[in-house]
């Protein structure tokens, strides 16, 4: 069995902007509060953290960042990927010496290699550093994913400990964990999966709404692992339309539209992103205060 490296909820961090940089000092009062709310990791850089548009430069001093201000309290986890699998190496090196814990390796895109070529690349990656390695699974941004030999092969490498699955193909994970158990983890990289996935097997979920809502998601996820089926179901649900509203957009537009509204004022997002139109800001805060949010 591969080493969990973190089980429950995971925040999917969101990178805050103020006058077109990253915006440090709100960066480390997130930090505090996913902490101070028994959030089990920190994933910094992903979808969520906008990494598509920080700089190299932008991009390692927000893990750097990330690492110092947690300061071992819960593990970090680095987004590194890249569609050039040389640039992947580097930012996965250049993470791991700033202290990352683990490192978040999206399937390339655009490229649209072959699952051979897909395999090369994580190998690739994961010879040259020396921290755990989780699968980014998400077809509907980067137009391929694995299949379930490739899956086999990757669960073979000692860093590769497991994925980030957000492909919504319950079959392939089924056999995933049939075929290949513990030796590959999964953990939820879609809200509303977070107890599908866990039915399976997952151990988690990295997560978009404990962004708002830390503490209800590492609780829904402590209830299921502690055997609390029912009283996690009952929370997981009442928590289905915040989930989906969350998504009324692109990620991470409404999330950040949401913390604004929270008055944690974690600015806009980097083009080609943009605000949420009315219809849907509106239908956001009204669901949100439906869940009990104080809008």
């Known amino acids: 069995m591969k080493t969990p490296v973190f089980t429950g909820s995971a925040v999917a961090i969101v990178t805050p902007f103020r006058d077109g940089k990253v915006n440090f000092d709100k960066f480390g009062e997130l930090i505090d509060q996913q902490v101070g709310q028994g959030t089990q990791a920190i994933i910094v850089c992903g979808t969520t953290g906008e990494a598509s548009t920080l700089t190299d430069e932008e991009h390692l001093a ?8 947690t300061a071992g309290r819960i593990p970090v986890v680095a987004g590194t990927g890249a569609n050039d699998t040389r640039h992947a190496v580097e930012l996965s090196t250049e993470a791991c010496k700033l ?3 683990a490192l978040l390796i999206v399937t390339p895109y655009y490229n649209k290699t072959t699952q051979h070529g ?7 990656i994961a010879d040259r550093v020396d921290k755990p390695i989780i699968l980014y699974h998400i077809p509907a941004r980067c137009v391929m994913g694995y299949t379930l ?6 669960s073979k490498h000692e860093r590769i400990v497991g994925v980030k699955e957000a492909s919504g193909d319950f079959k392939l994970m089924a056999q995933l964990r049939a075929h290949v158990g513990d030796d590959m983890l999964i953990w939820s990289g879609n809200d509303n ?23 209800e998601m590492q609780a829904i996820c402590k209830l299921w692992l502690d055997g609390n089926v029912k009283e996690s179901e009952r929370r997981f649900l009442k928590a289905i339309p915040l989930m989906d509203a969350l998504g009324c957009e692109v990620n991470p537009v409404p999330v950040k539209a949401a913390m604004n509204m929270l008055g944690m004022d974690v600015g ?11 219809k849907n800001a509106e239908m956001l805060k009204t ?3 439906d869940y009990g949010l104080a809008v």
Request: proline share 7%; aromatic share 4%.
């Open 62 to 69: 927000t893990i750097g960042y990330a690492v110092k201000r």
């Open 118 to 124: 897909l395999i090369k690349h994580y190998h690739t």
């Open 268 to 278: 806009g997002v980097r083009m080609p992103l943009c605000d949420m139109l009315p």
């Open 99 to 101: 202290g990352a814990d």
């Open 193 to 215: 999966e977070t107890l599908p996935i866990m039915a399976l097997g997952g151990l988690g979920v990295i997560s978009v709404a404990t962004n708002i809502i830390p503490a």
């Open 149 to 154: 030999e490739t899956y086999k092969e990757l």
């Open 287 to 289: 669901v949100m205060k």
